[in-house]
Nanobody, 116 residues
Framework: QVQLVESGGGLVQAGGSLKLSCAASGRTVSSYTMGWFRQAPGKEREIVSQIRGIGGSYYADSVKGRFTISRDNAKNTVYLRMNSLQPEDTAVYYC??????????WGQGTQVTVSS
């Protein structure tokens, strides 16, 4: 079992920055694909970014150039640095771990609210 705990969410003004953290426990996730998803009220959950265990990352078009995903394998933690935040970035942000045998684990989510 893998437990994921997100932190770092909060209220920020438009143009501001936040850094989300996803701390994993239970297993080492260095070989896992780790992702950040978000879900705004009334909308479906969508992928924001992901990083593979062997390297390589993906960003949704809406966050390219503003968000940066990274991982610290020594801390078993994945981060999402979010710059130039806009009101449309307001959502609950979830961390997801995908094992090499394609089993998913999700965190409980952290709220990000961007005021205009």
């Amino acid at each position: 079992q893998v437990q994921l705990v997100e932190s770092g969410g909060g209220l920020v003004q438009a143009g501001g920055s936040l850094k989300l953290s996803c701390a994993a426990s239970g297993r080492t996730v260095s070989s896992y694909t780790m992702g950040w998803f978000r879900q705004a009220p009334g909308k479906e959950r969508e992928i924001v970014s992901q990083i593979r265990g062997i390297g390589g990352s993906y960003y949704a078009d809406s966050v390219k150039g503003r968000f940066t995903i990274s991982r610290d394998n020594a801390k078993n933690t994945v981060y999402l640095r979010m710059n130039s935040l806009q009101p449309e970035d307001t959502a609950v942000y979830y961390c997801k771990a995908v094992t090499p045998w394609l089993h998913d684990y999700w965190g409980q989510g952290t709220q990000v609210t961007v005021s205009s």
